[in-house]
């Protein structure tokens, strides 16, 4: 991430808090969840979880016991 001086004015920063755990951050400094679009921190930021988007395996046949 790029870092910006923290005395100077960056046009398009402004100051907004985190969904999670509500303190305040430079916009530039949050993240986007891609599950809940919330606007979160680094420290508050869920790592990606494989197991929420699995597939459901589809059989050609249908299971029969004989």
Do not use: W
């Not at 508050?44 to 050609?60: A, S, V």
């Amino acid at each position: 991430m790029r870092q910006y001086p923290k005395n100077r004015y960056v046009q398009g920063t402004y100051k907004r808090e985190c969904d999670r755990c509500g303190f305040d951050f430079l916009r530039n400094e949050l993240h986007k969840e891609a599950d809940t679009n919330a606007i979160v921190c680094s420290d508050c930021l869920d790592d990606y979880d494989p197991q929420k988007h699995l597939k459901k395996r589809i059989r050609e046949k249908p299971f029969r016991r004989d």
